[in-house]
C-alpha cells in the first residue's frame, strides 16, 4: 500500500471512529446514569437523518435551518421515550426497563416504515461539503481530501470537549454524577432527578441526531432500518472504551473505525466481513477486560 493511499485510509478510519464515538456517548451517558442500555438510542440516530432529509429535501429549507430542526426534533423524541418508556419503570426490575428499551426500539422502526415508507430515500450532499481538496506533498503524494471527512472528526471531538466541560464544571453535570453513584441519596438531596435523567437522555439524542445527519451525508441514503448496525457498533465501541466513561466511549469507537478501515485496506478480500471485526472485537475485549478499556467495576445494587 502506497503511503498517500494510507492516509487517505487513515482520514476515512478518523471520520468513521468519530461517528461511532459520537452515538456510543449516549450510550455511556444513560448507562452511567440508570445501568439502562438504551436499545432505542439508533433508533433516535436514523429520525435524526430522515428529519434532516425532510426539512432539507422535501421543505427546501437551508442546510443549517434543516441541522438545527433535525437535532432538535431528534431531541423531542429521545425525551418521549425516557418519558413515557423508561420514567414509570424507575423503580422497576432492570430488566423491566431493558424489555420496554427493545420494544421502544422495534416500535420505532416499524412506526417509521409506516411513515416514511421502507424506500430507500437518496439524501443531497452539499457541494460546498464533497469537493475535493488535492494535496500534494512531496512525502505523500497526491492525497484527495473531502471537507466532509475533515469536518466529522473535528466536529466530534469539539463536541466532546464541551460535553466533558459540562459533565465536571457544571452544576447538572455535578448532578449527573452524584445521580450514577447513588440516585436515592441525590433525590434526597434536593436535587430534580428526572430533570437530570431528562437532561442526560437530551444531550445524547443530540449527540446520536448529529451522528445520524454526519452519517447520511457520508451515505447518502436513508432508510427505516439504517440506524441498527450502526447502533450496535457503537455500543461494541462503548463497551469497548469502557461503558459508563466519555473519554472512553470515543476512543472505542475510534479503535472500531480504525479496525474496519484499516482490516479492509490491507485485506481487501475481507471486505464482506467487515461487519464481524466489530462482534468479534467484543468478543475479545469481554474476555481480556469486561470493564472496557477507561470502566471502572461496579457493584451491582440489587
Not at 11 to 23: D, P, R, S
Not at 193 to 214: H, N
Amino acid at each position: 500500500m502506497s503511503l498517500n493511499m494510507f492516509v487517505q485510509h487513515f482520514i476515512n478510519a478518523l471520520g468513521l471512529g468519530a461517528l461511532y464515538g459520537l452515538i456510543a456517548i449516549g450510550y455511556t451517558m444513560v448507562y452511567g446514569i440508570l445501568r439502562l442500555i438504551n436499545f432505542a438510542h439508533g433508533d433516535i440516530f436514523m429520525l435524526g437523518a430522515y428529519f434532516v432529509f425532510f426539512a432539507t429535501i422535501q421543505f427546501k429549507l437551508p442546510w443549517g435551518i434543516g441541522v438545527a430542526i433535525a437535532i432538535a426534533g431528534a431531541t423531542l423524541c429521545g425525551l418521549l421515550v425516557d418519558r413515557i418508556a423508561y420514567r414509570p419503570l424507575r423503580s422497576a426490575p432492570r430488566i423491566s426497563a431493558l424489555i420496554s428499551a427493545i420494544g421502544v426500539s422495534f416500535f420505532l422502526e416499524n412506526l417509521s416504515v409506516v411513515v416514511f415508507t421502507g424506500m430507500p430515500r437518496a439524501v443531497v450532499q452539499p457541494p460546498w461539503l464533497m469537493h475535493p481538496i488535492l494535496i500534494k506533498s512531496p512525502s505523500f503524494g497526491e492525497i484527495r481530501l473531502i471537507p466532509l471527512g475533515l469536518m466529522v472528526p473535528v466536529i466530534s471531538f469539539l463536541i466532546v470537549g464541551g460535553l466533558l466541560w459540562i459533565v465536571h464544571r457544571t452544576k447538572p453535570g455535578l448532578a449527573m454524577r452524584s445521580i450514577s453513584y447513588d440516585i436515592e441519596t441525590t433525590r434526597l438531596m434536593g436535587v430534580s432527578v428526572d430533570r437530570i435523567i431528562a437532561l442526560t437522555f437530551a444531550l445524547g439524542s443530540a449527540l446520536a441526531a448529529l451522528a445520524g445527519i454526519m452519517w447520511a451525508l457520508r451515505y447518502p441514503r436513508v432508510e427505516p432500518f439504517m440506524g441498527i448496525f450502526p447502533g450496535f457498533k457503537a455500543f461494541i465501541a462503548a463497551v469497548f472504551g469502557g461503558i459508563g466513561s466519555i473519554p472512553g466511549a470515543m476512543i472505542g469507537g475510534l479503535a472500531l473505525g480504525f479496525v474496519e478501515i484499516m482490516s479492509i485496506a490491507f485485506f481487501p478480500r475481507l471486505s464482506g466481513y467487515k461487519d464481524a471485526f466489530a462482534f468479534v472485537l467484543l468478543i475479545v475485549i469481554l474476555l481480556v477486560k469486561p470493564t472496557g478499556l477507561m470502566g471502572e467495576r461496579l457493584e451491582e445494587k440489587i
